[in-house]
Structure formats: C-alpha cells, structure tokens
C-alpha cells in the first residue's frame, strides 16, 4: 500500500511537469487534468479505505529511504490519523478545481498551463501532508509556492494580481526560511530530521532554551502561513487577486499546511517550547478571531468592499479557532484544530467558488455594485450562498460547528501547565468572535442575496397582507444565468461532506483522536 | 643593522605607491605607483629572509617571482592603456564613466557620454 | 419508547431535506409533505406520551463523537416531561402546517418554506427528546437559523431582512453564554448527559453548578425573549402569521423554560440563580404587558403578550413552581397558537394589520370571534378556561415559596417577586386583551375593510376549532395531583406513586405538587383582573372610536417603542461595534500592512543607495578597496 | 590510493649531508595543469598555421586539451598525493611540507574549474570561429580565436594549479597566472568598453595583489614559514610580540582573496567588467574564477590560518552578510530600473559568493571544526557553478540576437523557444533555492545547515532574508520568460537596431554550440536535483581539508 501513497504524490508532479513540457491542446489538457486528479482522488480513497482505523495512531504505508545522506534527508513518507483527512481533502478540493476549470477560466494564460500549475500545487501539497522527514516537509513545503505564484500572477484580476503574488510567494518564503533554520537547529541537537523519532523523544537532547529558539522559529514559519494574527496581511491580497480555482486550493488547502506542521512537528517535538508559546498563540489566535471579523463588518460597508476579500479575512478568523484549539495542548483543543482544518476547507472552498461564480455572473465582486437579490434572480445560487454562509458562521450541525466548539472546549479546560484565567478570557473573546462572524456572514446574505423581487414573476401577493402590500412599488431586477452543470459538479461533493461532517463528526474525530492522544501522550 | 629600518622603509614605499594609486588621474602614473608597491613587497620579503636566516631562502625566492610578475603586469597594463588611449584619446582614469550604473553618474558627467545607454523597459 | 421518539424527530427531518432538495421540482408534492410527515410524528409523540404515562425515565443512546476528552452521546431521555411537551409542539406544528398549506397556498416559495416549518419541528423535537447537552445545542441553534430564514421569509421587504438578521445575532448573543453554561456543567459533572448531570450535582449545591446555570441563563434569556434580550421578537411578526404562531408562540420561545425544567434539579441547587430569574421574570412580566397595551399592531400585541406569558413560566420556576410552570407552557401554547391564528384570519379580513383601523368584526366573522374571544378569555385567566388554572398554579406555587418556603425551597424572595408581578400582570393583561377584544370586534369599521377575495377557506378555520377545545378545556388536567404531575413525574425524570408527594420521599414539598388554584392568590387575581377590565370597557364606553391606551398619556411613546431598549442597544453595543470594525481595518491597512510595505520600500532605497556607490570612476572603487582594506586591518589587529 | 608521503616521488634521504637540490616529481600529480598549459601552447602555435574557416579547431583543440585534463584527474581519485615537498627542516623537525598537494579538496575543484572551462570554450566558438556560426552584426563581434583560447587555457592552468597550492608562493603565482590572462581576455574585444572594463579589472586587481603580497611578507617574517602546515604550526607557538604583524599579515592575505571573490566592499569592479567584457569571458570570470578565489581562500584560511580562525572568522562573517545584501538589493533595483541583463546576473553573482562565504563566517575558537563546516561551500561552490553557467549561456545566445540585452528581451520567450524558456526558469529558480530549482535548495540547505550548526545564529537569519530578497527579481525575470507580449509597439530600441522585443517575432537562432553547453548544464541540473548526494557526499568527506 505504501507505492499508493507515492504513486499518490508522484503521479500529479510527472502529470504537470509532461503537461509544462509538451505542448496539448486546451481541452484534452483540461480532461487530462480532471483525470489525473481524480485517479489521485481515487488513490486517497483507497488509502482511507486500507487504513486501519482502529490503530489509527501508528504510521502506516511507510517507505523510509535515503535521499541525501550526508545532509541526513531521508525520502520518508507516511500517514496516520492526522494527515489522512488532510490527504483526502486535498485530493477533493484539487479534483473539483480541475472539474471547475472545464467551464470559463479567467484570460491570462493557456489552460494546459493552469492544469499543470494545479497538479504540480497537489503533488506539493500531498507531500507535504505525508512528509515525515522536516528537510522533505520543507522541501514539499516550498514546491506549492511557484505554482502558486503563478496561478495569482497570470490568471488573477488584472489590476492587483502582480504585487498580490509577490507578496504572498516573498511574504511565505521568509516564513519558510526561518522554519528551516528551526529545522536546522532541532537537527544540530538531536542528530535525526525523521519527525516520528522528534516527537517518539519528545523534546529530550534539547535544553529548555534550544527548544524555545526552534519553537520560536519554526512556529514563525508556520504561523505565516496559517495565517496568525500580525503575519496575515499577504492572505486577503492574495485571495481577492486569485482566480476562483486559486483561491479554493489557498482557503482549502495551503493553509492547512500552517496547522498541520505545528500539530505534526512544533508542538510533540519540542514540548517546552509549546508549553513556553502556548499562550502566545492562543492570544494571538483569538485577537485573529475577533480581528478577522471585525474587519469583515467594515467591509461590508465600506465602498470598496470585495466579496472575496471578506471570505479571505474570515478565513483568518477560523483559522483564529484552530491556533486556539492548538495553544491549549489538550486533546480536545487539537482534535478541534484538526476538525477546523477539514470543515474549514470544505466550507471556504464552497465560498470561494460561489463568489467565484457572482463575480462572473455579475462582472464583480464588489457588494456595492453586485446588485443584490440573488434569491431572486439565481435561486438555487442564492440559497447555496445562503447555506455557505450559515455554515460558515459556525452552525451546529454543520462542519463548521465542531471544530470551534471543541477549540473552545479545550480552552475552557486547557493542560494543567497553562494558566486557566487567560485561556477563559480567549474562551469568551472566542465566543463572542463566533457572534461577530454570525454577523458578518448574514450581512453578506443580506446585501447580495436579498433585494426586490423578479420583475417577470408578477406580484406574488398573498393573502397574508403583511408589510408586502404597504411597500412602495417596488423596483424589478432581471433574471441571472443560475447554476450550471460543471457547477453542480463541483459543488455538490463540498455540500455534501459540509452536512455528513456535521451530522456525523465521528467520521473525521475517530480517525484523529487516538492519533492526537498518542502524539501528546508521547509527546508530553 | 636591525630589521625594523627596512620594515619601515617598506611601509614608505607602500604607502606612496598608496597615494599615488589613488591620486594620480593619469592611467601611466598609476600603474608606476603600483610598481612602487610591489618593490616595498621585495623589500619587505628581502628584509625577512636575512633576519630569519632561512635555509630554504623561501623570502628570496619568492622575490624573484615577484619581480616577474610585477613585468609582466605592466606590459600588460601598458598595452591596455595603449588600447584606450587609442579608442578615446584620453588616458584619464576618472574620465572612463561609460559602464557606470545608470543613474548612479551624476548629471554634469552624462552630457559627456557619446552612446547613452537605453533606459530598460519597466519589468511588470 | 425511544425508538418512537427517535423516529418522530427523523421523520420532519427527512420531509424537510426532501423538500429543500427537491421542492422546486414539485411544487405540488410540498403540501403533502408538509402535512403527512409531520401528521405521523403526532401520532408517534402522543404514542410515546400515552406509553410513559407516568413512568420512570427510559433513556437509549449510541456515542456520537469521541471528542480527546468528555464524548458526546446521542441518546433519547423519554420522561413525562419531554413526552407532553413534544406531543405539544408535533400537534401545533402540524396545525400550523395545515392552516399554513392554505395560508400560503399563492406563494411561489411554500415549498421552502413548508420545509424549512419542518426541519424547525425537527429541531425542536430534537432538543425535546434529546439526553445530552451538546446534542441540545445542536438543535437549539438549528432552531435559531430556521427562525431566522422564516422570519425573513419575505426577503423583498428590507424590514423582514432587517428583522431576520436582528433575531438571529440577538438569540446568538443570547447563545453564547449558553454554550459556555453547557462547557460549565458538562465538564463538572464529568459528562455532557443530562442524566448524569442532573444525578451529579450534589444537594447543597456546587460551584460548577451556579456557575453553569447562570450563564444558561444568557441563552435562556434569548431564546424565550426575556428582559435583557426580548427586543427581538415583536420585529419577528414581520414574518408570516403561521410562523409567528408556531415559533413564536408556541414552541420556540418555549424551549428556554423547557430547558430550565430539564435540568431543574441544578437550577434548585443554585439559589442564586433561581434569583436572578425571578428578576428577570417580574421585569419582563410587567414590562412586556404595560408594552402590549401600548401597541397598535395587532401581532405586536400578541407577541409583547406572550414575552410577558412566558416571564409567568421562568417566574414559576423561578419560584420553585416546575410542574405549575409546564403547565402554564402546555396552556399557554394552546391559546397563543389559537390567538395568532385567528388574528391571521383578522387581519386576511381586515386587509390590514393595525388595530386603529379595525373594529365591529364580529359579524364577519362568527367563528374567528369566538373563538379569539376564547382566547383572549384564557389569556386573560378567565375562571373556567385553562389559562386560569395554570397562572393560579404558578401564582399558588409563588405564594407557598414567599410564605413557607422550606429547606430545599428557593429563596422567599423569589416568591414575593413573582406574587407581586404576577397578579400586577394579571390586570395589565386584562386591560390589553380587553382593549384588542374591544378594538376589533365592537364598534364600526373605522377604516372600509377591502372587499375579501371569498369566504375564509376552511383549512383556516378548522385548526381554530381544534385549538378552542384545549384552550377551554386544559385547566382541569391540573386539578388532581394523579394527572399533570403524575404525568410529569419528579423534578429529575423519575415516577412517584400518589403517597409519595404526603410522605416527603420527593425533591419539593408537597405543595409544590398540587397545582389546584388557591383560595387567596385566586381572589386577588380576578379582583385585579375585574379591575383591568372594567377601566378599559368604562374608557371604551365613553368614546368607542378613541383608543383606550390614551390613558397612558406621554408614557404612550415609550411604550409602545418597548421603552426605547432598541435605541439603547444601538449605543451601547452596535455603534461601538461598527467603529471598532473601521479602526480595525484602518490598523490593519495601514499599521500592519504598513510594516509589510516599509520592508519592501526599505530594501528598494537601500538598493538605490548603494547602487549610486557604483559610478565607474576608477579612483572610487580603489578608495572602496582600500578603505575595506583598512578597516579589515584595523579590526584584525585589534582582535588578534 | 597511496598514503602519504607518496611512494612515487619518495624524499631523497633527509639524514646525510647538505640539501640536494634534485627534487623527486610525482608526474601523475601534476598532469592536469600540466595538460592545460600545453593544450595553451599547441592552441597558440596552431592559429599560426590555420588560417580562415580552419580556425575553428582552434576551439576544438582547448576542448581536446580540457577533456585530456578531465581525464588525468581519474588516476588521482582517492587524494593524497604530494610533490614538490621540501625536505624536513632539521631545525624545527616539522614533516616535510609539500608545495603540491592532491587531496579530495582539490580535486573536486580541479573538477569543477576544468568542467566550467570546456562549458566557457563552447559558449565562445561563434564569437571566435570566424565561420560558420560568427555574425558580424550584436555585441559579440570577432575576437582572435588563437589569442582567445591561448588566454583562456593560460588562465584556466593557472586556476588549477591554485587549487593544488599548499605554500604561498605558488599561491601567488597561481594566482597571477589566472588573472593576467583574465585581464587580456576582458579586453579582447579592443572595443570602448572592453578597453574601460580591462583597464578597471586591471587596476584593481594589481592594487589588490600588491596588497596581498604585503601580507604574504609579513605571514612570512612573522612565521619564518611559507608553506601553508608549517604557517599553521608556527602560528600556534607564535611569541606575542610577532602577534600583531601576523595578525595584519593575515588581514591582508584574505583582502586579496576577497578582492578575487567580489566579496563586498571588494567588488567595485565586478558589475563595470562584467557589462565591458564579452559575455563568454563574463561567464568565465564569474564562476572559474570566482572558485579559484574561493580555492585559494579554502586554502589559506582553512589550512595556513586555522589558529587565527578567531581572528578572521567574524571578519569574514560580516563579510558574507554585508556581499549577500548588497548583491541582493542593488540587484532588486537593476531587475526594476535599467533591466540589464548581464549587470543583473553580475550583481546575482555578487549575492551568490556572499553565500558561498557564510560557511566561513562560522569559524572561531581555534579552528577545530572548520573540517565539517567548509565543504559545504564547495558543495555549494559546485552547484553554482553548474546554474551560472547555464544563465549566462541563455544570456548569451539571447544576447546575440537582441544586443540591447535587457530583461524585458526576455518576455514571451516560451513561445518562441520553449526548451530556452524552461531552461532559462530552471536555472533562475535554482539560483533562487526554490523547487523545481532542487539543486539551487540543497546548496542552500546545505550552507544554513553549516551556519546554524556553527551557532552564528544572526549570519542565519540575514541569509534567510537575502533568500527571500534574491527571490523577487529571479522571480521578476522568470516571469517575464512566460508573459505574454506586452500589447503596442515594441519599446524603440535606444540605438534604432531592429532589436524588437522577442514578443514581436524576432527571430532567435540558438547555434550549435550553445545548445550543447546549455543542454549539459540543464542536464546536469536535473542529475544534481533528483539525485543531490553526487555533490553533497563532499560534506562528509573526512579530512577534506587535509
């Protein structure tokens, strides 16, 4: 089972590099892409199939293999209960962006090259997820930032697409640099890069002050790319210049890569220091909560208030939950980072897509000027919107609920070297952050979704006489192409996995709960 | 007579080849001026190699090479001066501005310039 | 039994993810499964009731979730509680859904709609049945969006979207410290069931128990719209009536005192807690009343009615009172139900919903007067109606607390604030009820009522006749202690035989188990009731077309705009929001992103800089050189 | 395959009488520079007797002689081999030291230097073939193919001895043999530029060499010794008085090296001779020798200096940083203002020897640990030989059909030769240290992985942020590689050529030549990349200083 996971990785970085290579026209590139990603797709399913969900806290489809002794880089690859959902999150999220790129893609460069650039990103982001090696983590860490640079710089808006790009790819970079000199200095310690022998050790040949540096560093490095609160600025330009399918994988997946590398690597390998910045973050995590919403309210009624850029602050919001969920160290708290991640990326991604979708049914995605009423003139895009937002704002029920609820129910017990005081203040900035989002989300259903009625479909007076009848005549809007088949596609699976997920979170804890107990089992 | 007299002859001597490097405008001057330098260099090893009684001779030998390379840079350096002297009519140093950055030469200078250097398309 | 109950909550479920999913497709199929889904989860529910009877606790679940510390359950805890109060909410929803099927029968968007009325059922049956806490707040919240897209059903007007948004954030407020109160208790009991929670908090009280239930009490304040956070529900009318009757009436804003009885145990255990409600109550009873007689719209007054109704059910149980106050919730739901109704029908006739311009239609028609007038007389507490029975029995339980409290009894203090509110309220709703009878159905017309398209379909009237039979007739049920609270069964779920309540082996005293109305809190309230009644006919007589409520005089304004709670809100914590939002930004376009730019500007003087050193005059560079050479030396030969 | 001392040239028996001055050679040892410098003279007897289109064997004769070269380092394999060596002084009783060491240091330079000369003999067959490939009309106008080649392999002798030195007067003469040659080859072209270029080259270098050789006679009075290990010794047992003089006599030596390696503020001359001379030599200069700088550097400070590792450790620290961010950041500026290619790849130069110098940076104490923490910047001393070489080969074949030679030459260059493009990005991105540019990463990681074991934590974190400074204009100029043409007439060329943007369907002829020099480059990037351990097996060599 383990040549799956590598066929698994392997098979998207050969499929874009050929399809770099060698010119195909557009439209076979394009079905090639939906190939390719959904075998990988495939591939995931098979692994999650094959994983043994009862032992779900050991590696399993392991290949160790020496790459570049003399630097101790070893090509070793693995999974367990943490980085399976994330591998098959990716492999969705890239197989419906591929499936969405058979409808219109933005001007700006040849789809054959979108294609490719989207295979190469999850060939990165699928080793990053299965790296157990910190100089392969880091190496697979760096692939996702060319591709995604281009992805911004060619096929984004116009306008801000240049600096955009540049200041996510050097905004990233500076990010990762330091996590490997945090990688570098764990190393000159402990003499092994492999990450389940750092957090089997967990911390020991490390002095007090060693662990806080390279926990200094390396959490520099992740929290850049999570985003926390003060390094976030690079994420809102990035996701209003991206085009849709690039601002899906981004929200969805590459942020993901900021939680995951301080679940799987920062916090069992070097204990003290997480126990030294476990405050930090929480603090930092839930001002982000507050901060990110805060910051959507003014969107929404600023002028220049862009759809997408509010779903990009949100996303510093949630992401708020899970660095909460991490700074408690408890297993409840990164369960509920791990949940976050998932829900997160299903539910952003389906936003991104659908303002994707009101950009370009719309020509922009200013509130101001995207003329409102959406249930009345793309029903079905409308109410899907509708259902976005009521997941994003944290629903019960639905993915985005279990995650914030268990990040703030470690808050509410964080580890017992953690000051309980502090973590109830970040419990009540967390909840009240929850009523904020609440209101920023329904502010957007209310500016894009509401409005006066279709001018085509007659007065719909009904017997009820309420404010109806006394409004003044009202003014009618024009029907908007709705939702199409290529959207249906892509969509459905995201909406889908949003309700299962909520209804049935077991899914996705029984999976990551014995694999979070032994990590901090071991790890403490 | 005792090691330092030399020493300090050769630090004068490296010392005005110093000045004359850094002063002199015409390119002649300033190739005579390291010469100086070099000699101090021979002086100094000379110096050495008798104080320290050395079997091997090392400070002498090592003399000699430098008195050959010393001829064979100015032969070099000459011929190059030849070559300028022949494109601009000109042997000063200061003068030779065409590979500045641009923007880095002050304005005065510019007018000087025959072929001005185009300034680049603005990269996106 | 658990299965039945498990099966009730699944079957609206599914009608309304059917709906949603295809209800565009089948306009036509949507009544149907509006209507026989939720018909079957009736018969389901009262199945279930008539089962437990009055049976001990029957509690079946599965985990739902291992969360890396307390696991969630999903698991049905049948008591007599839960029982009677789903079989409450399945009837009024399934009336509502059928009054609705004719209602709306013109709107292009029933079928959402009739799906969304039943995913709401879903919901609240959830949090009926459900046996653990997490679980509740699921349900709990899927009520609070369903609200939300029902109230904003009319999305075209912007006072619906407007209305919609309010509640939502205002019952999320509210929610917050619910789940915080949940996370307290759940985590000092050492489980998130209710079962163990209930059995684990010892009789003395406990700090995690205080703690949890007052911050319960946030959630409790929004969800059944009681002082700090009821300016809610009157913008809620702009919904559709149906809606108003089912969820604002009925079941939803119920759910708050429900909870408080499920887990009525902790509340007796922390007094504190059981004062703060009983403050809570008094000022919503009064407030809310003195609110309903100022109003003109007809559904505005129903609703500040039912705020000040169910500040009688948290006083209740504020006052040690759990059973009286269940059973004001079961009246309460009836004649409210049937109130709202009817005034749908009013308004369908009046062709407009301000009482100023309504009057003398009694003669339109017959049935809806009679049955409103059934209504309002239950509402009132009219002797022979059940809404008499169940306040005497809230009042009874209030007088017994204030006068002879026992050990395990709440604070007096509680009572005497419930006593005096409560007979204070039963004027003032004497007086508006009797205003709005008045207003509407005597006088003339005092605007020309359009002429009505036809008679008032059927499917309107008959839920009407179906909810008068319990609104007369529910008072009795809570005569004989071998009934209503037999039924009920003890504060924590388990079944008493008829001695037990004599000989102490319960939680409360006696008294508290006999819900027959008491002689001296009876007197006082008709006399008060009399009173109310008798100014507003004596001020409607003198001048029938002016509004009685001029009596209020300057206080009129305030009152009816709910003394300007809205505003103060808006001060204190939306404006505040709005301009901590624009800072924020402003910090993080300028501030932080500041730093990010100045970085790159830096590095691109920096470069510009040294870029000048580069002059191609020959003597500079050698200067460099030699100056590098220099301080080379300098240092090395300090250092060495 | 032998230890040391070697059996070959075995030292006439120090015990009985005087010196003898007939010395024992170790012929195999000293084959490579040996084949080089006569390759130099039958190149130079040659162009004599071949006159017209013949001239062309002229390139294929220094190849002849470079490939022999390469195949003379075989034998050697295994190190260890010394001649030259001057018979134990009775006095001090020290071990013979040897003028001419082969140790794995020096091979895997030797290595290098040869590789790059025959990739810069290839990259110059148009400019000095007078036919087929030669075009009179773009900036490489002919040059003497005899004169050229003679000078090239000249130079390229004299860096390969270099490598091999183990006392300073054959460092010295090495040295000069490399530059003077060079100084000639700048000046070539006998055009305005060349002249200017040559004449600033020269100047600065003769000043820096006079200094060097001040240094070289203070070491010497100071330590009473000229080979590199009996420096070493002498320096630990030094009497404090004579510390000061070593001290400045070591100062000095490592100016004249760090003038060799453009390490700031040495590196005035870099950008101006790079632009004056042609791009081949540019080429040259950039990585041959730019590593033979680095050899001697490797030498004197690893093996002469090490006691005083204290001394110029720091020194060299702040060295490195103050090279990497001026590198970078004037860089940042030329990609955005004038654009020029060549001045660009110069300045990337500058910033790439800055990081080649970090290792350094991370000596102290006595220079015990210097064995683990140099190599890596052989490691990364290889790597950057393999991608500048290949940028400045697509510069080169750019340049000579758009003689303006500015990045903006560049956009849409994947449209019009996809292979080019490709490469081109390839290279940028290695010099950058990003993936696909593995290669470029592992040199990197390698060199932080030295600086962050050798605990010099703040030389780290600036290396880190000139990492992500370098990124923006490699990225700016990779970019352009896949944009599409820019809408509107092409930019007007300053000196009216029909040089109009690639965009504009400007034809673009990649001679033979450089497709052979740009193929092996990019083919040697992807060994390297998929397969790192070839190059960095140098880190865990034992004794690689030896």
Same mark, same amino acid.
């Given at each position: ?524 | ?78 011929? %190059?001066?030849?070559? %300028? ?40 | ?487 009920? =069964? ?6 008493? =035989? ?54 209020? =005089? ?87 | ?28 040892? $000293? ?56 018979? +134990? ?114 100047? *600065? ?32 047992? *030094? ?220 030389? +780290? ?36 050529? +029909? ?18 020099? $740009? ?19 140098? *880190? ?7």
């Amino acid at each position: 089972m383990s040549v799956v996971l590598i066929v698994a990785i392997v098979l998207p970085l050969i499929a874009g590099s050929a399809l770099i290579a060698f010119p195909v026209d557009d439209r076979r590139a394009r079905y090639a892409g939906v190939a390719v990603t959904g075998a990988v797709l495939g591939l995931t399913v098979v692994l999650a199939g094959a994983f043994d969900r009862d032992d779900a806290r050991t590696m399993q489809f392991e290949t160790d293999r020496a790459w570049a002794s003399s630097l101790g880089l070893r090509f070793h690859l693995g999974v367990d209960g943490i980085s399976l959902p994330l591998i098959v999150l990716t492999a969705l999220l890239t197989f419906l962006v591929a499936v969405h790129s058979l409808g219109k893609l933005p001007d700006g460069g040849s789809a054959r090259a979108y294609v490719a650039l989207v295979l190469v990103l999850e060939a990165g982001v699928l080793g990053t997820f299965a790296a157990l090696d910190l100089i392969l983590f880091f190496l697979a860490f760096e692939v996702v930032l060319v591709p995604m640079y281009f992805l911004i710089a060619r096929w984004g808006t116009p306008g801000e697409r240049g600096p955009a790009a540049f200041k996510f790819i050097l905004y990233t970079l500076l990010g990762s640099a330091l996590m490997l000199l945090g990688f570098l200095l764990v190393q000159a310690h402990t003499g092994t890069f492999d990450i389940t022998e750092l957090a089997a050790r967990g911390g020991d040949g490390m002095s007090r002050g060693v662990q806080i540096t390279a926990f200094l560093a390396i959490g520099l490095g992740l929290a850049v790319k999570v985003p926390m609160w003060p390094l976030h600025t690079w994420l809102p330009d990035a996701h209003t210049a991206a085009p849709t399918g690039g601002s899906v994988l981004l929200a969805g997946v590459l942020l993901k890569m900021g939680t995951y590398g301080l679940v799987r690597i920062a916090v069992p390998a070097l204990p003290q220091g997480a126990e030294e910045f476990a405050p930090y973050l929480g603090a930092f995590g839930a001002v982000g909560i507050v901060y990110g919403s805060l910051v959507c309210l003014a969107l929404l009624r600023s002028p220049d208030g862009d759809l997408k850029r509010i779903i990009a602050y949100s996303s510093v919001g949630h992401m708020g939950f899970a660095l909460l969920g991490i700074a408690t160290l408890t297993a409840q708290g990164i369960n509920g980072a791990l949940f976050v991640n998932i829900g997160h990326g299903l539910i952003t991604g389906l936003l991104f897509f659908l303002a994707g979708a009101v950009k370009e049914r719309s020509g922009t995605a200013l509130l101001g000027r995207i003329g409102g009423s959406l249930y009345a003139r793309a029903p079905r895009l409308g109410g899907l919107l509708a259902f976005a937002a009521v997941a994003g704002l944290g629903l019960p029920g639905l993915a985005g609920f279990w995650g914030e609820l268990l990040a703030m129910y470690g808050a509410y017990h964080p580890a017992d070297e953690l000051s309980r005081g502090l973590f109830l203040v970040l419990l009540v900035a967390a909840a009240l952050g929850t009523v904020l989002t609440a209101a920023y989300m329904l502010g957007i259903v209310r500016a894009v979704c509401g409005g006066p009625g279709l001018a085509a479909s007659g007065t719909s007076e009904t017997d009820d006489v309420g404010p109806m009848a006394e409004g003044a005549p009202l003014v009618r809007v024009d029907p908007l192409p709705d939702v199409g088949r290529v959207d249906v596609v892509a969509w459905a699976p995201l909406v889908a996995f949003t309700v299962v997920l909520g209804l049935w979170p077991a899914t996705l804890l029984a999976v990551t709960d014995p694999a979070v107990r032994a990590l901090l089992g071991g790890g403490a | 007579m005792h090691l330092v007299y030399p020493l300090v002859l050769a630090v004068l001597l490296f010392g005005i080849g110093l000045y004359g490097v850094l002063a002199r405008r015409n390119a002649v001057l300033v190739l005579m001026s390291v010469e100086l330098m070099l000699n101090a260099v021979n002086v100094n090893l000379v110096a050495f190699d008798m104080w320290l009684r050395d079997t091997l001779h090392a400070g002498q030998a090592l003399t000699l090479f430098v008195i050959t390379i010393a001829a064979a840079e100015i032969g070099l350096g000459l011929a %190059i001066v030849l070559m %300028i002297f022949r494109n601009r009519a000109t042997s000063d140093v200061s003068a030779l501005r065409d590979l500045a950055e641009p923007g880095a030469v002050p304005r005065a200078r510019r007018r000087l310039r025959t072929a001005r250097t185009r300034p680049g398309s603005e990269a996106a | 039994m658990t299965t039945a109950a498990a099966l009730a909550t699944g079957l609206p479920f599914l009608a309304a993810v059917l709906g949603l999913a295809f209800g565009r497709r089948f306009p036509a199929a949507a009544r149907a499964l509006a209507t026989l889904p939720l018909a079957a989860s009736v018969l389901l529910t009262w199945a279930v009731a008539v089962r437990h009877d009055s049976g001990g606790v029957t509690e079946h679940g599965t985990e739902l979730t291992p969360t890396g510390a307390l696991d969630i359950t999903l698991s049905m805890r049948v008591d007599g509680l839960s029982a009677i109060v789903a079989a409450l909410v399945a009837t009024v929803a399934l009336l509502v859904q059928v009054y609705s099927a004719a209602y709306m029968r013109k709107d292009p968007r029933y079928s959402s709609y009739a799906a969304l009325i039943s995913l709401f059922s879903a919901a609240m049956l959830l949090v009926v049945y459900t046996g653990d806490l997490i679980v509740l707040l699921v349900g709990w919240e899927v009520m609070g969006v369903c609200s939300y897209f029902l109230i904003g059903h009319y999305w075209e007007t912007e006072v619906a979207r407007a209305a919609a948004v309010k509640a939502f954030l205002v019952t999320k407020l509210g929610d917050v410290p619910f789940l915080i109160g949940v996370l307290v208790l759940g985590v000092g009991a050492g489980s998130f069931r209710i079962g163990a929670i209930v059995d684990g908090v010892p009789p003395g009280g406990a700090g995690w128990a205080t703690a949890g239930t007052l911050l319960m009490l946030g959630g409790v304040a929004g969800k059944s719209a009681q002082v700090p956070l009821q300016t809610w529900l009157p913008d809620a009318m702009t919904g559709p009536t149906p809606v108003s009757a089912l969820i604002h009436a009925a079941t939803m804003v119920a759910a708050g005192a429900y909870v408080v009885a499920r887990l009525y145990p902790v509340f007796l255990a922390s007094d504190a807690t059981l004062v703060v409600l009983a403050v809570m109550a008094a000022l919503t009873m009064v407030s809310s009343a003195l609110f309903a007689f100022a109003q003109d719209d007809l559904k505005r007054v129903l609703a500040w009615s039912t705020v000040s109704q169910l500040a009688y059910m948290t006083g209740g149980l504020a006052a040690g009172g759990r059973d009286a106050a269940v059973f004001h919730l079961l009246t309460h739901g009836a004649f409210k139900a049937l109130l709202f109704l009817a005034a749908g029908v009013v308004i369908h006739l009046a062709g407009t919903g301000r009482i100023s311009d309504m009057g003398g239609l009694r003669r339109r028609e017959p049935l809806v007067f009679w049955t409103m007038t059934a209504g309002l007389g239950a509402l009132v507490g009219v002797p022979p109606l059940s809404g008499f029975f169940s306040k005497e029995a809230v009042l009874g339980a209030a007088e017994h607390t204030a006068i002879d409290g026992g050990a395990g009894a709440p604070p007096a203090v509680t009572g005497w604030l419930v006593i005096v509110a409560g007979v204070l309220t039963a004027g003032l709703t004497a007086a508006y009820a009797t205003r709005l009878w008045l207003r509407v159905f005597f006088g003339e017309a005092r605007k020309p009522a359009p002429e009505p398209h036809g008679p008032t379909p059927v499917l309107m009237l008959w839920p009407l006749a179906v909810l008068t039979v319990p609104t007369v007739l529910l008072g009795v049920i809570g005569l004989n202690e071998s009934w209503l609270p037999a039924w009920l =069964g003890d504060a924590d779920g388990r079944a008493y =035989g008829s001695a037990d309540a004599a000989n102490g082996l319960l939680l409360q005293a006696p008294a508290y188990y006999d819900l027959a109305p008491r002689l001296g809190t009876s007197l006082a309230a008709v006399a008060l009731l009399a009173l109310g009644a008798g100014a507003v006919y004596a001020l409607w007589r003198r001048d029938p077309a002016a509004d009685p409520a001029r009596v209020l =005089g300057r206080l009129r304004g305030p009152a009816e705009r709910g003394f300007d709670v809205d505003r103060l809100y808006d001060a204190v914590v939306v404006r505040p929001v709005w301009l901590a939002a624009r800072a924020t930004r402003f910090v993080d376009r300028v501030v932080i992103d500041g730093y990010v730019h100045a970085a790159a500007q830096g590095t691109w003087l920096a470069g510009g800089g040294v870029r000048r050193s580069q002059n191609g005059n020959v003597q500079v560079y050698l200067a460099g050189v030699l100056a590098g050479f220099v301080v080379l030396a300098v240092t090395v030969a300090v250092r060495a | 395959m032998n230890p040391v001392p070697p059996t070959g040239g075995s030292v006439l028996a120090a015990a009985h009488g005087p010196l003898s001055l007939v010395q024992d050679i170790d012929w195999a040892a $000293i084959a490579p520079p040996l084949a080089v410098a006569s390759a130099a003279l039958v190149v130079l007897l040659a162009d004599l007797f071949l006159s017209g289109p013949r001239k062309v064997w002229l390139a294929w004769l220094s190849l002849a002689g470079l490939a022999t070269a390469l195949g003379l380092l075989l034998p050697l394999r295994g190190g260890g081999r010394a001649t030259f060596c001057a018979p +134990a002084d009775p006095a001090t009783g020290g071990p013979p030291a040897c003028s001419y060491v082969v140790s794995d240091l020096t091979l895997v330079l030797q290595l290098v230097l040869i590789g790059s000369a025959a990739v810069v003999v290839l990259l110059s067959m148009p400019m000095t073939a007078p036919r087929p490939w030669a075009d009179e009309s773009g900036s490489d106008r002919a040059v003497p193919g005899g004169e050229y080649h003679f000078l090239l392999l000249a130079s390229v002798a004299g860096a390969v001895t270099l490598a091999a030195a183990r006392d300073l007067v054959t460092l010295v003469v090495a040295l000069e043999t490399l530059s003077l040659p060079a100084f000639a080859l700048v000046g070539l072209r006998r055009d305005a530029r060349g002249g200017e270029a040559a004449l600033k080259y020269f100047l *600065l270098s003769v000043a820096a060499t006079a200094v060097l050789l001040f240094g070289v006679s203070l070491l010497y009075g100071a330590t009473g010794a000229v080979h590199l290990d009996r420096i070493a010794a002498a320096l630990t047992t *030094l009497d404090p008085k004579l510390d000061t003089v070593a001290a400045t006599g070591a100062g000095l030596v490592l100016v004249g090296f760090a003038f060799k390696v453009a390490a700031v503020p040495f590196h005035f001359w870099l950008p101006d001779t790079y632009r004056g001379a042609p791009v081949p030599v540019a080429a040259y200069l950039s990585v041959v020798s730019k590593t033979a700088g680095f050899a001697g550097l490797l030498l004197v400070a690893g093996i002469g200096l090490r006691p005083y590792a204290h001394v110029w450790g720091p020194a060299l620290a702040v060295l490195a940083a103050l090279t990497m961010t001026v590198g970078n950041v004037v860089a940042v500026r030329v990609a955005t203002g004038s654009g020029d290619a060549v001045r660009l790849l110069a300045w990337s130069s500058i910033a790439q020897s800055g990081y080649v110098l970090v290792p350094f940076g991370t000596a102290a104490g006595d220079g015990a640990d210097l064995a683990d923490r140099l190599p890596a910047s052989v490691a990364y001393l290889a790597v950057y030989a393999v991608m500048n070489l290949g940028a400045f080969a697509v510069v080169a074949t750019v340049g000579r059909d758009r003689p303006t030679g500015v990045v903006g030459d560049y956009r849409g260059l994947v449209r019009v030769r996809p292979w080019l493009a490709l490469a081109m990005a390839f290279f940028l991105l290695c010099l950058a240290g990003l993936p696909p540019g593995l290669m470029g990463l592992f040199a990197k990681v390698a060199v932080f992985q030295s600086v962050v074991a050798g605990g010099t934590g703040w030389l +780290a974190v600036v290396m880190a942020v000139n990492v992500v400074v370098a990124l923006y204009y490699y990225l700016v100029w990779t970019a352009l590689l896949f944009q599409p043409p820019v809408p509107g007439p092409p930019p007007v060329a300053g000196d009216g050529e +029909a040089a109009g943007t690639l965009g504009s369907g400007g034809t673009l002829r990649v001679p033979a030549p450089f497709a052979v020099a $740009i193929g092996l480059a990019f083919g040697l990037g992807v060994v390297l990349s998929v397969a790192p351990q070839i190059v960095l097996r140098v *880190l865990t060599v034992p004794g690689l200083l030896g």
